[in-house]
């Protein structure tokens, strides 16, 4: 992700082409959804797979799960990375089914048949297949074009043959519609819902969310688009509840947690919290029950500190294992224990060296948090970042 990443009415096709407003694919299911998102790339340096999902634990929590990322170029979607997605075999060892792939021309291979098997042991998972992500994002903008063929690309690229029956729908990740993420959009207010809206024609019941900015500032990311008039076509968003505040944006400091459920006294950005960015959407009229709360299976950190309460100097990034001022969970829970909380997660000052990340107790309570809000569940960046037992991940579904 982390570079990557990481972001209702159905519109049902009726005779003679014109379009009717149905019942939305998941009326009657307001809460307890449990998604989290599964990289392409954890194949390779992290070493994490599709089978790791199910040994885990995790799968068998889970109501939906997201595949990251698909990619958006020319104005359509296109497979991400291929010999991740569908080509890599896997041996009787690593394979969910405890089977070798199949050697005949065409078998499906990679994550794609692994996700298959998945869903074998777990008939009532969901997959989408999430395309965009931090890198990606740029894509959109041509899209946005002409959103009708964009819709027609990807309802053709999740609905292929070579993979039918993984996917059940898909998730866009814009980061950010009319506003800047990696790259600067300025496609206007209306554009996110002209394509939601050509994606749910397409689509039909099939699922399709989205993962959004959780900028709660004042004339911030939400504010410069129409998220309400959007949710109209979704059946929900993913509101990205993390990243408020990194090393790679303030080197210096203020240290700061990058998953603030709540304001406290020196948040460093007025609005810059998880519920300011809830309060906001509802405001403008996005349902309650079509917002998923999100979690980091990860923490971001400051070098250089001397002060333990956040508000500290730095010098810099932490050193991560893949990413300066990135660690995964399950490696920060024993590297760096968790010795204070502020604003409804965890910090952690060890050495010269500061981290903020959820732990167990914070993740529960923040689950327990969108139940409370009659939020439609939470969700997670990204299953990787968890410990073998999957703790975070059991922790958050205890209270869904």
């Known amino acids: 992700m982390l570079r990557m990443r990481k972001r209702v009415a159905v519109i049902a096709l009726a005779l003679a082409g014109a379009s009717v407003v149905a019942p939305p694919a998941n009326a009657g299911q307001a809460q307890g959804k449990v998604m989290a998102y599964f990289a392409d790339w954890d194949v390779y340096a992290r070493n994490y797979h599709v089978k790791d999902i199910e040994t885990s634990g995790s799968a068998a929590k889970l109501t939906h799960l997201n595949y990251a990322f698909g990619n958006v170029t020319g104005g359509g979607c296109a497979v991400g990375d291929p010999w991740a997605d569908h080509d890599m075999p896997y041996d009787a060892a690593a394979s969910v089914d405890g089977q070798a792939d199949g050697a005949e021309p065409g078998a499906l291979h990679g994550s794609f048949n692994q996700l298959l098997e998945l869903k074998k042991l777990h008939p009532k998972l969901k997959v989408l297949w999430s395309f965009g992500g931090w890198t990606w994002s740029a894509g959109f903008t041509e899209a946005a074009k002409n959103p009708a063929a964009f819709a027609e690309s990807c309802y053709n690229l999740v609905n292929d043959?070579?993979?039918?029956?993984?996917?059940?729908?898909?998730?866009?990740?814009?980061?950010?519609?009319?506003?800047?993420?990696?790259?600067?959009?300025?496609?206007?207010?209306?554009a996110f819902?002209?394509?939601?809206?050509a994606l749910r024609a397409k689509f039909g019941h099939q699922l399709v969310t989205a993962a959004i900015t959780a900028d709660g500032s004042a004339g911030g990311k939400i504010d410069a688009t129409d998220y309400a008039g959007a949710s109209r076509y979704l059946d929900w968003y993913n509101v990205m509840t993390y990243d408020y505040f990194v090393a790679g944006a303030s080197p210096a400091g203020p240290t700061a947690p990058h998953s603030p459920l709540r304001a406290y006294p020196g948040l460093p950005t007025a609005g810059y919290y998880a519920d300011a960015a809830?309060?906001?959407l509802r405001h403008q009229g996005v349902p309650s029950s079509k917002m998923l709360l999100g979690l980091g299976f990860y923490g971001r950190g400051w070098d250089g500190v001397?002060?333990?309460q956040p508000g500290g100097t730095a010098t810099g990034p932490a050193p991560g294992t893949y990413e300066a001022g990135v660690e995964d969970y399950k490696v920060l829970k024993t590297k760096c224990p968790a010795?204070?909380?502020?604003?409804?997660?965890?910090?952690?000052?060890?050495g010269s060296q500061w981290w903020s990340y959820d732990t167990p107790e914070t993740a529960s309570a923040k689950a327990g948090y969108a139940k409370s809000q009659g939020l439609g569940g939470v969700f997670a960046w990204e299953l990787s970042g968890d410990t073998a037992n999957a703790e975070l991940l059991k922790a958050v579904a205890g209270r869904c």
Not at 193 to 197: A, D
Not at 339 to 350: D, L, M, Q, S
């Open 278 to 280: 809830i309060q906001k």
């Open 306 to 308: 001397t002060q333990k």
């Open 339 to 350: 010795n204070g909380r502020v604003a409804g997660t965890a910090y952690a000052k060890c």
């Open 161 to 190: 043959p070579r993979w039918a029956g993984v996917f059940d729908g898909i998730d866009v990740d814009w980061e950010y519609p009319n506003a800047c993420g990696n790259t600067c959009d300025t496609s206007g207010p209306k």
């Open 193 to 197: 819902t002209g394509l939601v809206k």
